[in-house]
C-alpha cells in the first residue's frame, strides 16, 4: 500500500508564500509520478504541478511562474513551494502518486488566502 501525507498548509496574505510538503511511504516505486493537485469546495480538483516521465516539471497555467515543485528522493517527499499567492489559490492541496494505473491520494492540507 501507498500512505501519503501532506502538511504545510494554512492561513496566508495575498503575495505571501508557502511550502507545502508530501511524504510518501509504502510501496513506491518512483518519486516522479507524484504530483499535487487542488480543490475549491463545490469545484472539480484540479492539477497543479507534477514531473514527467524524464524527471523535468510541467505546471498548470494558473500557477506557471509562482509555484515550484521540487523532491527528495532519499526522503521519498515532494514539495510545492508557492509564492505570490492569491484568493484564488484558496483550496485544499492534495499529493498523488499514479501507478499500474491506480491513484493514491493523500487527505490533503487546507490553504487559505486571505485579502
Known amino acids: 500500500q501507498v500512505q501519503l501525507v501532506e502538511s504545510g498548509g494554512g492561513l496566508v496574505q495575498v503575495g505571501g508564500s508557502l511550502r507545502l510538503s508530501c511524504a510518501a511511504s509504502g510501496r513506491i516505486f518512483t518519486i516522479n509520478a507524484m504530483a499535487w493537485y487542488r480543490q475549491v469546495p463545490g469545484k472539480q480538483r484540479e492539477y497543479v504541478a507534477g514531473?514527467?516521465?524524464?524527471?523535468?516539471?510541467n505546471y498548470a497555467d494558473s500557477v506557471k511562474g509562482r509555484f515550484t515543485i521540487s523532491r527528495d528522493v532519499a526522503k521519498n517527499t515532494v514539495y510545492l513551494q508557492m509564492n505570490s499567492l492569491n484568493v484564488e489559490d484558496t483550496a485544499v492541496y492534495y499529493c498523488k502518486y499514479r501507478w499500474s494505473g491506480m491513484d493514491y491520494w493523500g487527505k490533503g492540507t487546507l490553504v487559505t488566502v486571505s485579502s
Open positions: 514531473f514527467t516521465g524524464a524527471g523535468s516539471t
